[in-house]
């Protein structure tokens, strides 16, 4: 993967990793405390995207790439989805968060491993 799009990758995992960090234990923490969390989680998940998407195991960098992929694909789809084909529903974008995103990651990861080792060299 190209510079621009390690850094693409590894910066907008991080901006998601930091809003769901900073969102699910905001109720939890102290003020300032959440942020902390957010940011640690957020340079933490930046952190290990950058090393997979640059790794030279041919393995690693198909499983960071897919679950990337099928995180974002899967997130999308359960956080967007609701609001358009039920825009009353206040719970909708949970789907995305909770079900769609994470499945997303599992999924991709296994995909992208499987696709990765299938290839020659």
Do not use: E, H
């Amino acid at each position: 993967m190209g510079g621009f799009g390690r850094i693409a990758l590894a910066v907008l995992a991080g901006l998601a990793a930091f809003v769901v960090g900073y969102w699910v234990p905001g109720s939890l923490l102290p003020d300032g405390w959440a942020m902390v969390c957010g940011v640690a989680i957020g340079a933490a998940v930046a952190g290990i995207l950058w090393a997979g998407a640059g790794s030279r195991s041919a393995l690693m960098r198909g499983a960071v790439l897919g679950a990337a992929w099928g995180g974002g694909i899967g997130f999308a789809g359960g956080f967007f989805g609701p609001m358009l084909l039920a825009p009353d529903a206040n719970q909708g974008p949970l789907l995305g968060l909770f079900i769609t995103g994470p499945g997303g990651v599992v999924l991709g990861a296994l995909a992208g491993l499987a696709i990765a080792a299938g290839k020659p060299g």
